[in-house]
C-alpha cells in the first residue's frame, strides 16, 4: 500500500501547505537554472527541476484532495491530476523529466532508467543535456503561468511573488553587501 500524505503534514491549513509547496517548486526551477550555467552541475540541476514539478503536481493535488500518494513519478502525479496540465505532445518529454529523480543518487539512474525516444533522439541512461534543462525550466514556468491564471492559485503565487522571503515557516535573510 502506497503511503499518502495529507495538507496537515506540512501546515496548519490546506492553503498554507500548497503555498509552500509552490514557494518550493519555483524557488527549486530558478536554482536548476542557475545550476545549469556550469556543466559540471547539470544532475543537481536536473534533480531540482524534478523536485519543481513534482511539488507543483502536489500542490495541485492538494487543491483538489485533502492527501495524495507519497510517489515522486511525475507521470503518475499528473495522471492523478483532474485536469491534465501538460499536453499529450509533452507526456512524452515529462517522462525524460522523471528521470531525473534518479540523480539524486547519480549511481542508480544507470540502474533504474531505460532507453527512451523523444523527438526522434534516443536518451541513454543517464543522460543529460543542458538542452533539456533548458526546455523543462520553460515547460515550467509555462504551467506556473497557467496556474498563476486560475482562481485557486492566483492569489497565493502573487503572494509568493510579493514575499519571496518568508519561506515555509522560516524567514530568509539577506546580509546587506
Known sequence: MIKMFKFSDFAETKEEAIQFFLHWAHDFMKASDFLNQNT???DESAYLCH??????FKAILLSQNDEYDAVHDLTKLH???QEKI???????????IDRFYFLRYPLEVLEKSEILEYNDLTYAPGEIGADDLEKANKLFFSLWNEL????????????????P???GKRVLM???R
Open 79 to 81: 495522471g492523478a491530476l
Open 86 to 96: 501538460i499536453s499529450d505532445a509533452d507526456i512524452s518529454f515529462l517522462k525524460i
Open 165 to 167: 522571503y518568508p519561506k
Open 148 to 163: 498563476q491564471r486560475k482562481a485557486e492559485f492566483k492569489n497565493i503565487i502573487e503572494h509568493i511573488q510579493k514575499n
Open 40 to 42: 559540471l552541475l547539470l
Open 51 to 56: 523536485r519543481a514539478f513534482e511539488l507543483v
Open 174 to 176: 539577506e546580509k546587506p
